[in-house]
């Protein structure tokens, strides 16, 4: 499997007075897709700049590829960060910014890039000051798929883009991750559609990790319990005695509907219908805003 | 579980990151040159106009193309303050180190100062026949290491260093704005403009040159003297900006 | 073929590598996919529903363990022989706890006799056993 292993050991990045993060440790596998999320302001840029080697820690440290990537060569040049707004010189056509980047990149693919070229509908004679918003975003993509850099980290790099490029990104990146497997971190706060690639995910919030998990375990550990309020309350107070969280709570009338986060199995959720009571699952992006509106620091 | 980036067929790891270097000196002077072949152009068509009208009213009795050396040195300063802001943190998103960049920005402030300099020698070289045929006498406003146009060595050595030194103190600048901020930069500015004074104050070729000289009534050293002296002040002024850039955090763009 | 619905058609209510093993199950038992059919490949999977290729190999590995599918190595995933009849037989035992258990705790919540209930069973019973697909048919649009 190739693609760099991402490390961080008691890292704290500070700018200035401020705590950007704060000592936090984990480890990405190599070689998989991983969502790394937050809020805005969770930390989640600053910790990407570290792993790009755009800044050295405050304390602590990061390991790509099992050294640290601050003016590391060879990490460094394995290493591709992809930003919203798009490094690029103004000045410079499209043309230009692909042969910049190709001689840079040990592992650039022109031909895929070629055809990423043609998918978003870029123009390579356009400057790059001239493009949109989306097309900067769809350039961003192209550079950062096409050099298939072993640690290859987009943030926020969708925003931008309306719904029929975003589509040819999510087929794009997963059609090419299939076929060289590296490792990826996607980092935004908004998941809805993209949570699917991930394999794993990585919550930042505050500075702090509040998980870093497989993505299906994350998915299988949230749910939301519905029906009458007492019926609801009762089980649920069960189910803390078991561990699982509750994140919060929803009243219409007399109908109450819980968020809870923990394992639930089998026979609870058949004890839940025996109950009267609805047992649903949440998707990630609800999870997500949930576990970081409390705020509440989940042990993993 | 330590991975290893596919290296090309061919290539082995030395020579894939020496590319780098090559890569940025090659855009850096590829930029530089988009608008040098106009300027020089230009600055011989001016040069030229001057000689024209002068010469219509009265005899020339001194060199023009000795003041034509003066724009270059500002713009050059102008291009080392623009190209280390921009190219620099582009580089290193592009996987570059700081020390690779910094390599391709000495290097190629090292050849573009060459090329003026030799733009300036056949510029000095080509008047000094002019003014040769035509009788004028092509004497210098200000002390040189050269004695006259046809002085070609010294005439290159120095302005090659002038022309350096306006670079490493755009580059200065440069790297102190985007270190410091807008703020410290500012007042950071008389530091970085040291090395430009200094190289015109040993070379005395500016126009305080010789006021400094006259000022503290020294004579003046020998030539090769004063080229090293430069060098040695160029190297220090240069490890000062190997410091502020080597591990310069890449401003986030948001 | 590329799936023509933006989520793929997985909703928010299970996670999907359950979704795609619920899928599997539903078109082997259908006889949608038959008995030693290959199945489409954990990247074509992915690929085709905008997945992550590890979330259909979950789903892939959970029906494996079932019996359900099983694995040529080197040529890709295939359908058990014996895997509708599997199925069938998990599906039964599924089918008191899963439907009639909430069936009877609704019918009791709406105050529908269970009596009621089973008569209702039994005339369909009977019904299914005399008529033809046609008038099956007939009787679907009748109602």
Redesign the interface.
């Known amino acids: 499997m190739t693609g760099f292993q991402v490390q961080a050991v008691d890292l704290s990045i500070n700018y200035g007075n401020t705590v950007a993060v704060d000592r936090i440790g984990f480890t990405l596998e190599p070689g998989k897709i991983h969502g790394l999320l937050g809020r805005n302001g969770s930390g989640k840029t600053t910790l990407l700049s570290v792993l790009a080697g755009l800044r050295r820690p405050t304390t602590g440290r990061v390991l790509v590829d099992g050294v640290d990537p601050f003016e590391n060569a060879r990490v460094m040049a394995g290493t591709c960060l992809i930003r919203e707004s798009g490094d690029l010189i103004a000045t410079d056509r499209v043309g230009r910014v692909l042969d910049f980047a190709a001689a840079l990149r040990p592992d650039w693919d022109a031909d895929f890039a070629a055809q990423l070229i043609a998918r978003f509908g870029l123009s390579l004679d356009k400057k790059a000051s001239a493009l949109s918003r989306g097309q900067r975003s769809a350039l961003g993509v192209v550079l950062g798929l096409a050099a298939r850099s072993p640690l290859t980290m987009l943030d926020e790099v969708y925003l931008g883009m309306d719904a029929p490029t975003r589509y040819a990104f999510y087929d794009e990146l997963l059609a090419d991750y299939v076929e060289h497997p590296r490792t990826i971190i996607l980092s935004s706060h908004l998941i809805d559609e993209i949570e699917r690639l991930f394999e794993g995910v990585l919550v930042l919030h505050e500075g702090r990790v509040l998980v870093n998990d497989d993505a299906d375990a994350m998915r299988g550990r949230g749910a939301s319990v519905t029906g009458p309020a007492d019926v609801v309350d009762q089980f649920v107070a069960t189910l803390i005695v078991d561990g699982v969280r509750a994140l919060g709570a929803q009243r219409l009338g007399s109908t109450k509907q819980v968020s809870i986060f923990g394992d639930v199995d089998s026979d609870t959720r058949l004890q839940a219908r025996a109950l009267g009571l609805e047992i649903g699952s949440m998707p990630l992006q609800d999870l997500f805003v949930h576990l970081t509106d409390s705020g509440r620091e989940i042990l993993r | 579980m330590s991975t290893t980036t596919p290296i090309r067929p061919g290539l082995g790891s030395g020579l894939r990151l020496a590319r780098a270097e090559v890569v940025i000196t090659r855009r850096l002077l590829n930029e530089m040159w988009k608008v040098t072949r106009w300027l020089w152009p230009a600055g011989v068509l001016v040069a030229v106009i001057v000689g024209i009208a002068i010469s219509s009213v009265s005899p020339i009795t001194q060199s023009i193309w000795e003041n034509a050396g003066q724009w270059p040195r500002w713009w050059l300063f102008a291009m080392a303050i623009a190209l280390v802001a921009t190219h620099l943190p582009v580089a290193v998103l592009h996987g570059v180190t700081r020390r690779a960049a910094i390599r391709a920005v000495t290097l190629s402030g090292v050849l573009v100062s060459m090329a003026w300099a030799a733009f300036m020698v056949c510029g000095h070289v080509v008047e000094q026949f002019i003014y040769d045929r035509l009788g004028w006498p092509d004497v210098l406003d200000t002390p040189h290491l050269f004695r006259d146009g046809y002085d070609v060595l010294p005439m290159f050595a120095e302005y090659t260093l002038i022309f350096l030194a306006y670079v490493i103190s755009g580059g200065l600048i440069g790297g102190f704005y985007y270190r410091f901020g807008w703020f410290r930069g500012t007042l950071l500015i008389p530091g970085g403009l040291l090395p430009a004074v200094a190289i015109e104050g040993l070379l005395s070729t500016g126009w305080y040159g010789a006021g400094l000289q006259q000022g503290l009534s020294v004579s003046r050293p020998s030539a090769p003297v004063l080229v090293v002296a430069s060098i040695v002040v160029l190297s220090l002024a240069w490890q000062v900006l190997y410091l502020v850039l080597r591990d310069v955090q890449i401003a986030n763009k948001k | 073929m590329?799936n023509g619905t933006?989520?793929?058609g997985?909703d928010?209510?299970?996670?999907?590598?359950v979704q795609i093993a619920d899928r599997i199950r539903h078109e082997v038992l259908s006889g949608t996919l038959k008995e030693d059919d290959q199945v489409m490949s954990t990247?074509q999977y992915?690929?085709t529903?905008?997945?992550?290729?590890?979330?259909a190999a979950?789903a892939f590995a959970q029906l494996v363990d079932e019996g359900v599918l099983f694995k040529k190595r080197g040529i890709g995933m295939f359908v058990s022989p014996n895997a509708r009849a599997l199925l069938a037989d998990e599906g039964r035992e599924r089918f008191f706890?899963d439907v009639v258990?909430?069936m009877i705790?609704e019918a009791r919540?709406l105050g529908i006799p269970l009596t009621e209930v089973a008569n209702r069973i039994a005339e369909a019973d009977i019904t299914q056993a005399d008529i033809t697909p046609a008038d099956r048919v007939a009787e679907g649009e009748r109602r």
């Open positions: 590329r933006l989520d793929g997985f928010g209510r299970e996670p999907i590598y990247t992915a690929t529903y905008r997945i992550n290729p590890a979330t979950k706890a258990e909430p705790a919540m």
